[in-house]
């Protein structure tokens, strides 16, 4: 291994080839439970951090010294792309993302804004500029809010358990649908594609609440526009992972869409996942996050089940199913970290 | 067909036999949605109509009445039977249950009173055989919350996102958490075994939540107290339903249970299941219930999916994905009934 983030074990585990060491990193793994965030944040809001270079980079590179972590992920929100498109929201506490005026007729789509990221998320580009100088040999994730998720955020007009409005506007009207999903899939493509020339080694598609669609729904209505993203992106020659929550019912057709690695909740084993979709995919995951809340047997016992399955394959990063709990204590959180990197990786075969 | 519930069409559709219409009923089709439930619920609580044999019957048998569905639901809550084990709750507005004091002690455990339904649950009993003389033909349907599901309230106190408290003593509490299941399996059996001798003519066991649960917890925390559940409820010689929600992870083992009818969430295309499961289970669901809230054109289309995959299948039920939202507007579920009605059944090889 050089000093090189490209030939780190995380992007060498993207790409399924052989590593010294399972990496790992976690989602949300700059956030509450810190207590240096905390603090932070009784200065700053959560959107003032993310629009701030300097923060962004505090904020990403003390998780990763914190926890000794493979790789970073830019400290962001999904929501922040949406402003440039003329989008304006707030992030409520113990809410979440709050959309002033919820997009539900062609005219409002028509009115959108493409985006320009050197123009419009020119700090966050600096902030990866910066994070990625700090970080040195560790690589930096980028990341963006996939097109279902972000269209749910704007159409409801915050978080749903239904999806009530974003359902029907994608039976009932295609082109409100389609225009909307073409929009916030050239944003994506755009943003990410910035993200990689301002240093990301790798990104990321956060498309957390597929989950909430049927697997037809699913194929229809969104499976084209991930198709499109991932094919533009693929010329960026950087790993591309897709993620979402209980996607059970959708993994052979999340797979389809040109990802390079497939982020699994903790509820379908991964060894079933493999089963099921074959070896051309590397796995991300998937401890159950509340797993951290329940004390280091706990976490120890989920992490082994993963580790026994995976620990020796090529194509796998260790993560939770899904964000660290705020709850979290950060000495679980780094003993699991050194726990993962004292697991014994047979020596690849010599070629 | 003769006027007995017992070969109605949905029955019979239970037992995988041959029907001359595809029999369809609702989950939570007596409810808000209803203008007659609304004003009934202005002169008494949910728990109240729980307990009152008269207004058990006369809320189960209008729902069937307005819809002309093919079964009744018996009109309760699954916490009912809690309050008898010693387990004191209020169901709150826009929250759900909320238990008085959480149970997480093996003290607790053990204090907990077994359950003598003829004693204990008299109300539900008679509330049953008033509603059976009501109905005359058409089968009525009996109902437990799963021991997961109830465990949940009970150790959570109230409904949850993760299930925290639930998961943590699962994984490092084995004695609580047994004799807490040991304790909701062997009600779930006494009430259901009771539920049918007072003339349920089939029975549902909602484990709602235990989508929550990875495959590897279900089988190992779940599935054994299912197994057990029914085994001992097959004796009755009636349909044994389960459901629960975002289960595509679960199905195999769900299926393992001994349940007669799989309950299936929206999300997985019943095509999709048999072809995973195989012929031997019944089939119940699965229109996506926020389809009711689109317009008859997205209900149509979801059923008219469905009905091409299934509909000339023996064993297959239809119902929705999961309740009927409060905002639905009974003109189109009833619609839905009739659609179902009018679906032209091919008739059965003679033999």
Not at 201 to 207: H, K, L, M, N, T
Request: proline fraction near 8%.
């Amino acid at each position: 291994m050089t000093s090189n983030p490209l030939t780190s074990r995380f992007i060498r585990a993207c790409w399924r080839q052989p590593v010294d060491r399972i990496p790992v990193w976690f989602m949300r793994q700059a956030g509450r439970y810190q207590p240096s965030y905390r603090a932070l944040r009784r200065q700053y809001s959560l959107l003032e951090i993310a629009h701030r270079p300097e923060l962004i980079q505090q904020v990403t590179v003390t998780a990763v010294e914190d926890l000794q972590v493979d790789a970073a992920i830019l400290f962001s929100d999904i929501m922040v792309p949406l402003e440039p498109m003329g989008i304006g929201f707030d992030i409520q506490e113990a809410v979440g993302p709050v959309v002033h005026e919820p997009i539900r007729t062609i005219g409002q789509v028509e009115r959108l804004k493409p985006v320009n990221p050197s123009r419009d998320l020119d700090f966050v580009l600096e902030g990866i500029e910066r994070t990625v100088a700090a970080l040195g040999q560790v690589p930096l994730i980028g990341f963006s809010g996939g097109p279902f998720t972000l269209a749910s955020y704007v159409i409801e007009g915050g978080p749903s358990r239904t999806y009530q409005w974003t359902k029907s506007i994608m039976w009932n009207a295609p082109n409100v649908w389609s225009g909307l999903m073409e929009r916030l899939a050239a944003m994506v493509v755009t943003y990410l594609t910035a993200q990689v020339a301002a240093g990301a080694s790798a990104v990321q598609v956060f498309d957390s609440w597929i989950g909430a669609l049927s697997r037809p729904d699913y194929e229809r209505f969104v499976e084209p526009y991930m198709t499109t993203i991932f094919a533009q992106l693929k010329a960026l020659q950087v790993p591309l992972i897709y993620f979402g929550v209980g996607t059970a019912h959708l993994l052979p057709a999340m797979a389809r869409t040109g990802a390079t690695v497939l982020g699994v909740d903790w509820r379908t084993p991964l060894r079933h996942v493999r089963r099921l979709l074959g070896d051309e995919w590397a796995l991300q995951g998937n401890l159950d996050p509340v797993r951290l809340l329940a004390g280091w047997p706990a976490v120890k016992d989920g992490a082994e089940d993963i580790l026994r399955d995976m620990g020796n394959q090529p194509g796998f990063i260790f993560n939770l199913g899904h964000g660290v709990p705020k709850e979290t204590d950060p000495v679980t959180l780094r003993q699991l970290v050194d726990w993962i990197h004292h697991w014994p990786v047979e020596p690849a075969p010599m070629k």
